[in-house]
């Protein structure tokens, strides 16, 4: 089956895709249903079940990650394995990796050496603590990154302990972030007609996703800690029972406050010493969350919801995962959308967040199954049936 692209955005663009776990395959996955023609290049069968890397290839995750790829058995530790990589790479726009640092340098396929096979390549690669320094060569993982990146110190309820957050949001922000950096590549290369290097890591994703957090301290010097569901700026901001579970209510800046304070029946406030600016707010957090937690408890969650938005408070059930897809906003964005797989069932994929309206993405090929294209990649390249059926032998391909 040749390319089929998933969008018209990059269709004329080739990526060679060396990524495992999750960081990677998320950077590719951006591009991929983008329409670039991603080439998925794995470890032969025989050769990853002697090295026990073999994961549930029809699971959901991996399902998930590479939808919108063709995949290439190849064996890049062997001389005619790399001879066949580098015949893909004189054709190829971007080679994506998330080994180790020091692994490419090995395998002979850094920068420096796809370079000269062609100088338009880019070579993006995410390590998790990044390319150079005392830390470079360590395995990284996402929760060492969410800890010592500063995230688990400021997740969680007050005094409870580090917290991991719910996603591995590390890897997923490296992932998106070289992606981005991958565009910004491309655009560049249109006036310079070169490629480059560009890299990420899990820790540097993860420290620039503090945001205002990190300038807290850059600036401030103060070191922010766990508040829970509390806003730490913005008060009252936070979590607030009901009588049939729990809501969040953002009440930001004057006009929403004096508009809270009216529809929950409470215009006193408006006058009260202890709430009665910003800083009386934040010093009386505890006090004011107990006052709004004992109203907000006397009705039903879509009760709350309903009066608050029709004064423009902003309010929002917190939902399971079954109820965010059940959510009639979330269906109308058409959030979830079927692919029908290699196992011949039609699942359903959460679709790319970004809708570009002439040109949408969309799930076009189903997760490929391992070496699934790689005659039709390799007879591309000129190779023959008998040529193939000699690198098999030889656990090349």
Known sequence: MPHLPAATVLNDITVLDLTRVRSGPTCVRQLADWGADVIKIEIPEALEAQGGLSSNRHGSDFQNLHRNKRSLSLN??????????????????????????????????????????????????????????????????DQIAQGMGGLMSITGLPNQGPVRAGIPIADLTAGIFCAQGILL????????????????????????????????????????????????????????????????????????????????????????????????????????????????????????????????????????????????????LKMAQPLSTNSSTKSEFVRQPVNLTRTPSSFAVSPPEAGEHTEEILFDLGYTEKDIKELRSKGIV
């Open 185 to 332: 590549a491309l655009i560049e290369r249109q006036s310079s007609g070169i490629g480059q290097w560009l890299h990420t890591s899990l820790l540097e994703a993860q420290i620039f996703m503090l945001d205002f957090q990190s300038a807290r301290w850059l600036i401030d010097k103060e070191i922010p800690w766990q508040a829970g569901n509390n806003h730490p700026t913005s008060i009252p901001t936070g979590v607030f029972e009901t009588s049939d579970g729990y809501m969040n209510i953002a009440v930001a800046g004057g006009p929403i406050w004096h508009r809270f304070c009216e529809v929950i029946g409470r215009p006193e406030w408006l006058e009260d010493q202890n709430y009665i600016d910003s800083k009386s707010r934040s010093d009386n957090r505890d006090l004011l969350n107990q006052e709004i937690n004992n109203i907000t408890k006397t009705e039903n969650t879509e009760t709350w919801i309903e009066k608050l938005n029709e004064v423009g408070v902003p309010c929002g059930a917190i939902y399971n995962i079954e109820e965010v897809f059940s959510d009639p906003q979330v269906q109308e």
């Open 76 to 141: 890049l530790k062997d001389k005619e394995g790399l001879r066949i990589f580098n015949q893909l790479v004189e054709k190829a726009d971007i080679v994506v990796e998330n080994y180790r640092p020091d692994v490419k340098n090995r395998l002979g396929i850094d920068y420096k050496n796809l370079n000269k096979v062609n100088q338009r390549i880019i070579l993006a690669s995410i390590s998790g603590f990044g390319q150079f320094g005392p830390y470079a060569k360590r395995p990284g993982f």
